[in-house]
T-cell receptor, first 114, second 117 residues
């Protein structure tokens, strides 16, 4: 299994509070991604990173920010959590070569905003 | 923009029977990758099968095979000899082949497969 760990695995937080989810990889992969999973929508890309300090927005980036200060760590921050951000969040990693097309996923974080 | 559509929210199959999950996609590119991922109740995302668009031969992995129709932009998954452990959510996903932005995946809505003993 690819070395990718998300923390925490579960979190309940109150509306308006900041929340940070962490993704840690031991594979030295260049690309890292944050997705959210919601019923009827599949997984949708929030933000991704193509290198240290290089990040870009995905399809559903409003209300989220990310940071990547080291190759192995990719943080997702909800500056002020809202109920619409209740979801399951997945981190994923992938390499750069044509022979390495597979994305590897973390175990997911279930976030509930009350 | 690319899109992926799974029109079957739920499917059911009898153990040992065959089931086909449907997926259609839209893209203007000629070379790309398509994937089927399995998500059991544990939430883990597991790659089931991968297809490269330039390859005409349909990919197979043991009991899992695809029917890739490039002109129709269709990518269905066939599960033969269904087992209880196949019960899961299945996602179809698309990825551009060439991109300096890595391998961003575009997912379909998912199909929940149940297997009856």
């Amino acid at each position: 299994d690819a070395g990718i760990t998300q923390s925490p695995r579960h979190k309940v937080t109150e509306t308006g509070t900041p929340v940070t989810l962490r993704c840690h990889q031991t594979e030295n992969h260049r690309y890292m991604y944050w997705y959210r999973q919601d019923p009827g929508h599949g997984l949708r890309l929030i933000h991704y990173s193509y290198g240290v300090k290089d990040t870009d927005k995905g399809e559903v980036s409003d209300g989220y920010s990310v940071s990547r200060s080291k190759t192995e760590d990719f943080l997702l921050t909800l500056e002020s959590a809202t109920s619409s951000q209740t979801s399951v969040y997945f981190c994923a990693i992938s390499g750069v070569s044509e022979m390495n097309t597979e994305a590897f996923f973390g175990q997911g974080t279930r976030l509930t905003v009350v | 923009a690319q899109t992926v559509t799974q029109s079957q929210p739920e499917m059911s199959v009898q153990e040992a029977e065959t089931v086909t999950l449907s997926c259609t996609y839209d893209t203007s590119e000629s070379d790309y990758y398509l994937f089927w991922y399995k998500q059991p109740p544990s939430r883990q995302m597991i790659l089931v099968i991968r297809q490269e668009a330039y390859k005409q031969q349909n990919a197979t992995e043991n009991r899992f095979s695809v029917n890739f129709q490039k002109a129709a932009k269709s990518f269905s998954l066939k599960i033969s000899d269904s087992q209880l452990g196949d019960a899961a959510m299945y996602f179809c996903a698309y990825r551009r082949k060439w991109s300096n932005q890595g391998g961003k995946l575009i997912f379909g809505q998912g199909t929940e497969l149940s297997v009856k003993p």
